[in-house]
């Protein structure tokens, strides 16, 4: 007999040989009827599959992530052989699950076209109706690169070629067809839910390698049932119309090129997003006790070397040679002795020769130092994406120098300012995680001990709930990560808040103690807002491009009904733009309406219209982005540029 023993601690015993099938019957035919896989001792395992030692067990049914995953596993085996029954000649290679779906990649000359999506569905729920059982199968390795030779399946032959020695080789049936996998699987096809889509096609390399042959990629997504589905393809759409790249493009906020791989073209009306952005966080931060520093773009391979980047983070790193003129000045000589400069992908190495440029005191803690700090990553090509996805980026970013005894206080201080920041953007559902430490990671036990349980007592005295993140710190220390939830449910992962201990000591950074001897600083890395360009693209699509007033970039458009007002919008727009508000005049020939639904395509926030009837009174009809003409608003001018004036205070500065 073995023990099997359950999550709430119970136990069973069971005969040697028992399936994960038989344990869920065991419990009862309910649990066996929903029972997707077993997990025994932290590993999934198939139903059918015999146990023949004691184990901690738990049935995976449907309503666990674990049985969307498998159901999400599946779907890729079923579109494979649902490809490989409508188009013969055409190998598959690999096809994992990936966030809310799955893909394949399929080795044909003719490729596809998405107008082969829905008889490829329908093929795949003609499999799903055959409810196949997925057979496991271990086979000897050789036996099995024959068989896939012998199908012509060359991709999986070489797979399993490259597989180490030790590695078992499992092969799982359903039907007929074949397929080379790891497993788990469900019982059967007819498990998996009739809730998936074919989405979309790519090209990608075998096996990432642009010398190898290029595949054709079939991207699919798959839920637990149709009203899941449904509300995730609501979702796309929804994310597609808030999109960033389109906006940016409708609004004429920014663009980017090929020439620049990575940066960004801000146009006028997105720098003015910036600068309300950047000038909100320097008002906060200087409120918040910082002293903002400038610190170079180039700095020497050294600092790099010495603070662990370069061992670490060298691919992503821009490098460059000391060059030097030559004596004619006609052309730059490459001296190969030269020493290396890197364009910064962090600050941190520079804030800390700030912190030790002078000696510093335990009085003189805690430092804090801000910078808008401009860096470089080399991000390959393709993981480009508009604004969330750079090479070249500004950080909000800073860094605290202070005593062990601060820790607790500074991080509740951070806290309490990270929660007013995002607030005032709009931006209220926010969850925090404490990562821990990783199983490789620099410093002593006693270090980390003292670290975690520091911000945890930060995070308690601040009132605020958190999860845990078991192993996944940074290398030198345990962090704190923010995720956001945006308008439609996606979430962001934007701030971060670091303890360090091991910078200080590799770059020699050290303040004078109460005792007359040196110490080391803890140093706290901390960003609220992270990337600017990252957040601004978050922005614009949580508010869909409409904008709060205070960070729209044109806040007020006037426009006049007829051109016999025109001069009386424009001494409008002159008082509004005295007022400090971002105004632009519309005095084309075109009809309101037009104009009006321009504007508000364009997501202009207030829309002045003016007539002959306002220029007699000396009036206004305010009409708002989102509302109709119903709610158009009539005042006096002084009124409307009081009230507009007020409306467009930063959270920050107006009376509270």
Request: net charge negative; proline share 5%; glycine share 8%.
């Amino acid at each position: 007999m073995i023990e099997i023993i359950f999550p709430d601690g119970n136990t069973r015993q069971f005969p040697k040989g028992v399936t994960g099938l038989d344990i869920a019957a065991d419990i009862s035919p309910s649990l066996a009827k929903a029972a997707l896989a077993i997990e025994l001792d932290g590993q999934l395992r198939d139903l059918s599959r015999e146990i023949t030692q004691n184990a901690h067990a738990r049935i995976i049914t449907i309503r666990d992530e674990e049985g969307l995953d498998l159901i999400r596993h599946d779907c890729a085996h079923v579109l494979a052989q649902a490809v490989q029954e409508l188009f013969p000649g055409t190998q598959v290679t690999i096809g994992p699950t990936i966030a809310n779906g799955f893909y394949y990649d399929f080795a044909r000359d003719e490729g596809f076209s998405t107008d082969d999506f829905d008889t490829i569905e329908k093929r795949m729920i003609e499999i799903i109706d055959r409810n196949e059982p997925f057979v496991r199968e271990v086979w000897n390795r050789d036996e099995a690169i024959a068989l896939f030779n012998g199908m012509g399946e060359h991709f999986k032959a070489e797979l399993i070629a490259d597989l180490p020695k030790t590695e078992e080789i499992t092969l799982y049936r359903q039907g007929d067809w074949v397929d080379l996998c790891k497993g788990p699987h469900l019982p059967s096809t007819g498990k998996i839910p009739k809730a998936f889509k074919l989405q979309k096609l790519a090209g990608a390399y075998w096996r990432g390698d642009s010398n190898n042959q290029m595949l054709h990629r079939m991207y699919g997504t798959a839920w637990r049932n149709p009203k899941e589905l449904r509300l995730h393809l609501l979702q796309i759409e929804e994310a597609e119309k808030r999109d960033h790249r389109r906006l940016g493009r409708e609004m004429d906020l920014f663009h980017t090129q090929d020439e620049a791989q990575g940066s960004v073209f801000w146009h006028a009306k997105g720098y003015h997003i910036w600068l309300a952005v950047e000038n909100y966080i320097r008002r906060a931060v200087a409120k918040d006790g910082y002293g903002e520093v400038k610190t170079p773009q180039l700095l020497d391979k050294k600092f790099w070397e010495l603070s662990g980047h370069w061992e670490k983070f060298r691919q992503a790193m821009f490098v460059v040679p000391d060059i030097v003129p030559a004596e004619d000045d006609s052309d730059l000589v490459v001296d190969g002795n030269s020493p290396l400069m890197a364009i910064k992908p962090m600050n941190c190495p520079a804030h800390v020769q700030i912190f030790k440029h002078g000696q510093k005191s335990y009085r003189d803690l805690p430092v804090r130092m801000a910078e808008f700090g401009c860096c470089h990553r080399n991000e390959p090509h393709g993981a480009l994406h508009g604004l969330m996805r750079v090479r070249q980026f500004t950080q909000d970013d800073a860094h605290i120098f202070c005593t062990d005894d601060q820790i607790i206080d500074e991080t509740v201080r951070f806290l309490k300012l990270f929660s007013t920041v995002y607030g005032d953007f709009g931006l209220k559902d926010i969850k925090y995680r404490l990562a821990t430490r990783p199983e490789v990671r620099a410093g002593s036990d006693a270090i980390w001990d003292q670290a975690e349980t520091a911000l945890a007592s930060a995070l308690d005295e601040a009132g605020l709930e958190y999860d845990m993140a078991p192993g996944e710190g940074a290398f030198y220390g345990p962090k704190l990560e923010f995720h956001l939830t945006d308008a439609i449910g996606r979430t962001w992962q934007c701030g971060t808040y670091q303890l360090d201990y091991v910078l200080p000591e590799r770059l020699d950074a050290t303040y004078i103690g109460a005792d007359g001897n040196k110490h080391r600083p803890v140093m706290l890395h901390r960003a609220i807002l992270g990337s600017m360009e990252r957040f601004i693209g978050i922005l614009i699509e949580h508010y869909a491009g409409n904008l709060p007033l205070w960070l729209a970039p044109t806040q007020v458009v006037v426009t006049p009904i007829t051109s016999d007002v025109d001069e009386y919008a424009q001494n409008l727009a002159n008082q509004f733009g005295a007022a400090g508000l971002r105004v632009e005049t519309d005095l084309r020939n075109e009809k309101i309406n037009y104009k009006i639904r321009e504007h508000s395509v364009a997501k202009i926030p207030v829309i002045a219209v003016v007539g002959r009837r306002e220029a007699e009174e000396g009036t206004i009809a305010l009409r708002f982005l989102g509302k109709g003409a119903k709610h158009q608003v009539m005042m006096s001018v002084d009124e409307a540029v009081k009230k507009l004036s007020n409306d467009a205070l930063p959270p920050d500065q107006k009376a509270n």
